[in-house]
C-alpha cells in the first residue's frame, strides 16, 4: 500500500491547531490540492481527457453531525428536533438524520455564530477530495478497499441502522464514514434549484452505492432516516 499523503503527525498537529483557534474538536484541516477527473475524450481514438479542479485549504469535520450536536443546535435555537428514525434518539453519538437540506445549511449558521467563523456545507469537490485521502492519483486509498471492510457500513454489515460517528475506521486523513454510514448533503450548485445533492451512500445501499462517486439528487425538503451531513470552514 502506498503511504498516506498526509502523516498521522500532520493530523495531529492539524488538531491541535484548531483547538488553539477554538474549532470544534473533530475538524481537520485537509491541504490544497488538485483534483483531476478522467472522462471520455476522442471516442474515435479512445482518448482520455483530464478535468482538473484546484481545491484550497479547508477544515472539515472528522465525522458527521451527531445526534448530540445537533440537540445542543436545537435547544439554543429553540427548534423542535426532526421525528425520530426507527432506532430513536437515545443514542447520543450517532449520527444526525431525518434533518433536510436547510436544516443542515441552519446548523451551519448557528455554528458560525457560535465560534466566530465561516462554516457551511462541503462542495460536491471538497468531500470527494477528502474521500480519496488528499489525492487522485492514488488507487489504493482506503474508501476503494473490497467490501466489507471496517471503513464502510453499507448494508452487508449494518443491521439497517447507521453505526454511531467513530464506530468506524477513519481514513488516510482522518475522516470517518465518508461512504456509507448516511448520506450527505454537500453545498448544491447554482442550477440545482429546488434539489440538493447527498454522497457517499447509506447503511441502508448495497455495495455499489456505498462508492467514492455515489451521488443522488433530491427535494432539499426532504427528510430521510438515511441522510445526514458534515461541516466544512475555509482557514482563517
Keep these: 500500500m502506498k503511504k498516506p499523503v498526509f502523516s498521522i503527525l500532520s493530523i495531529l498537529l492539524g488538531l491541535l491547531s484548531n483547538a488553539q483557534n477554538n474549532l ?9 490540492g488538485t483534483l483531476e477527473k478522467k472522462g471520455n475524450g476522442n471516442t474515435s481514438r479512445n482518448a482520455k481527457e483530464t478535468f482538473s479542479d484546484e481545491i484550497a485549504s479547508f477544515y472539515m469535520s472528522a465525522t458527521e453531525v451527531s445526534v448530540q450536536d445537533y440537540k445542543q443546535f436545537c435547544k439554543e435555537t429553540e ?3 426532526p421525528p425520530e428514525p426507527d432506532w430513536g434518539w437515545g443514542d447520543p453519538k450517532k449520527p444526525m438524520v431525518n434533518v433536510t437540506y436547510a436544516d443542515a445549511l ?11 467563523m465561516s462554516f457551511t ?4 469537490q471538497q468531500w470527494e477530495y477528502a474521500a480519496r485521502g488528499g489525492s487522485l492519483n492514488n488507487p489504493d486509498f482506503i474508501n476503494n478497499k473490497q467490501l466489507p471492510n471496517p471503513f464502510v457500513i453499507y448494508l452487508g ?5 447507521p453505526e454511531c460517528i467513530t464506530c468506524i475506521q477513519p481514513n488516510e486523513l482522518g475522516f470517518y464514514a465518508l461512504c ?9 450548485g447554482p442550477r440545482q ?8 451512500g447509506s447503511f441502508f445501499e448495497g455495495a455499489d452505492q456505498v462508492q467514492i462517486d455515489s451521488h443522488r439528487e433530491y427535494n432539499k425538503y426532504l427528510r430521510r ?3 445526514g451531513f458534515r461541516v466544512v470552514m475555509k482557514p482563517e
Design 24 to 32: 470544534p474538536v473533530d475538524m481537520v484541516l485537509v491541504k490544497s
Design 79 to 81: 427548534k423542535n428536533m
Design 106 to 116: 441552519a446548523y451551519c449558521d448557528w455554528l458560525s455564530d457560535k465560534h466566530g
Design 121 to 124: 456545507l462541503p462542495t460536491h
Design 157 to 161: 454489515n449494518s443491521d439497517e441502522k
Design 180 to 188: 456509507g454510514n448516511v448520506w450527505e448533503w454537500v453545498l448544491n
Design 193 to 200: 434549484q429546488g434539489l440538493a445533492t447527498v454522497v457517499g
Design 225 to 227: 432516516q438515511d441522510i
